[in-house]
């Protein structure tokens, strides 16, 4: 079975939408969360959705997955503090019905450009390797400073990626990692830095160039502006 965790428990405090997240913020009069769940729900290798959500839009996030038939929503439950809690609060809830050789493909619910052909990759890359990390290749030179004034370059751009989503596990794996971060009380920025800390092997699969997560404004229309591109596409046969 191939379970998608969907973390969606930003405040979008970026956004300058305190009074909407992010993730229920509407887009051509579906919210961004619907866009994200229906690739996830039209998947025929997903099998149960779980969605980590702020606690006080549970119950409109659970309607709104009855109005648009998303009906692989196996549970909502309350985020964390953190991306990272929010994760194991998933994850926590899928040890409840989730087998350990199960795949768990861990995505943002703020990254609505997902593709099928991705969501295949991820699983047939844990399948083969164990693991999946959505990578998307640097497009420009890589600075790095420390105190915000001075830089030192990082060379050899070909070799630098961004990670992004879907990220993905065999359960019983992922989880181990997760329980054993819980003990040790370390955090991590997403599941891929949890392993490096970890020392666990990660494959890479590369990401389309519109799989991108909406953080800020800028994100919010340049997803719509691509969303908009590849519907023309889709109609024109471009």
Not at 10 to 22: C, N
Not at 25 to 41: A, D, N, R, S
Not at 79 to 91: A, V
Request: with cysteine; glycine share 8%; net charge neutral.
């Amino acid at each position: 079975m191939a379970i998608a965790l969907i973390f969606a428990g930003g405040s979008g405090k970026r956004m300058r939408s305190e009074a909407t997240p992010k993730q229920f913020l509407p887009m051509h009069g579906k919210p961004v969360i619907i866009y994200t769940l229906e690739h996830f729900q039209d998947h025929e290798d997903i099998e149960a959705i779980v969605i980590v959500c702020i606690k006080a839009w549970i119950e409109k996030l659970r309607r709104m997955v009855g109005r648009y038939g998303i009906d692989k929503v196996r549970d909502i439950v309350p985020g964390g503090g953190t991306g990272h809690d929010s994760i194991y609060f998933g994850l926590e809830c899928i040890k409840g019905f989730a087998k350990e050789e199960d795949i768990v493909l861990i995505h943002d619910g703020v990254r609505p450009l997902i593709t099928q052909e991705l969501i295949t990759e991820n699983i047939e890359a844990v399948k083969k390797y164990r693991s999946a990390i959505t990578c998307e290749s640097v497009k420009e030179s890589i600075v790095e400073s420390r105190d915000g004034i001075s830089i030192r370059t990082v060379p050899h751009r070909d070799y630098m990626y961004v990670a992004k989503a879907p990220q993905s596990f065999y359960f019983g794996d992922i989880y181990r990692i997760y329980a054993q971060a819980q003990k040790d009380g370390r955090k991590s920025i997403d599941s891929a830095h949890l392993c490096y800390q970890y020392k666990v092997p990660m494959h890479m699969i590369k990401s389309p160039r519109h799989n991108m997560k909406i953080t800020d404004p800028v994100d919010y229309y340049m997803c719509r502006a691509v969303y908009d591109a590849l519907e023309n596409e889709s109609i024109w046969g471009f």
